[in-house]
């Protein structure tokens, strides 16, 4: 028997909470594990959870009561790095947008999508996708299209370090990080202070949105002959 994969809904809104539980309801191979109206009461729940009650993934609203979706998004992604994140907004304003996907988003729909196309995105997600609105999907082109890569001369970073950065700017976390790399987490937190101390930065997500205001993440791909 294929097993399910499990939802957390959190959404502030009851009607468009109960449309998309019908929904997923008429949707084979997923489930509405639980759902919320507040991310401070989700991100207790995720962090009491046990590893084989943590969901699958979670539709997220970023404009919640109280703790925004984004400002949940970081601690969604740190107490269950293996759960998948939709961002499920009605916002597709151009800085939800990038600090979503660089806090590690798996997925961006607007709330004017179908609650069919909300239905693909989880399975896309889930299949290794990465669904994006098709109007999103557009400004990311343009905006990455629009940021001229750095000279190499001026890559502040060092090889090492732009790989770190890009796989933070992936979502992961310092000791998935160090699994994927062969390296010791030690080592990574060192790098990742390095990167903060270079960027001028305090955090993951500054340091994220600075390597894209300077073009480091076409560098790294430069570099690395992609």
């Given at each position: 028997m294929i097993k399910s994969v499990r939802i957390m809904l959190v959404e502030d809104n009851p009607e468009y909470r109960e449309a998309v539980r019908l929904a997923l309801e008429q949707s084979q191979g997923v489930e509405l594990s639980r759902q919320f109206g507040t991310a401070e009461i989700a991100l207790r729940?995720?962090?009491?959870?046990?590893?084989?009650?943590?969901?699958?993934?979670?539709?997220?609203?970023?404009?919640?009561?109280?703790?925004?979706?984004?400002?949940?998004?970081?601690?969604?992604?740190?107490?269950?790095?293996?759960?998948?994140v939709i961002i499920l907004t009605q916002s597709?304003?151009?800085?939800?947008?990038?600090?979503?996907?660089?806090?590690?988003?798996?997925?961006?729909?607007?709330?004017s999508a179908t609650l069919d196309e909300i239905a693909d995105g989880i399975r896309t997600v889930m299949s290794g996708?990465?669904?994006?609105?098709?109007?999103?999907?557009?400004?990311?082109?343009?905006?990455?299209q629009t940021r001229l890569p750095a000279d190499e001369d001026q890559v502040p970073l060092s090889q090492r370090e732009l790989e770190i950065i890009?796989?933070?700017?992936?979502?992961?976390?310092?000791?998935?990080?160090?699994?994927?790399?062969?390296?010791?987490y030690s080592t990574v937190d060192t790098h990742v202070a390095h990167i903060y101390e270079k960027l001028n930065v305090s955090n993951a997500p500054s340091a994220v949105n600075q390597a894209h205001r300077l073009g480091l993440f076409h560098a790294s791909k430069q570099r690395s002959g992609q």
């Open positions: 729940s995720i962090r009491n959870a046990t590893p084989s009650e943590q969901p699958d993934l979670i539709l997220l609203d970023l404009r919640l009561p109280g703790m925004s979706g984004l400002e949940a998004l970081a601690g969604f992604r740190e107490s269950a790095p293996h759960t998948k597709d304003n151009e800085e939800d947008v990038l600090r979503a996907i660089a806090l590690g988003a798996s997925g961006y729909l607007l709330k996708g990465a669904p994006l609105d098709k109007g999103v999907a557009k400004f990311i082109l343009e905006s990455l890009q796989l933070l700017a992936e979502g992961l976390v310092k000791k998935e990080i160090a699994r994927q790399l062969g390296i010791g």
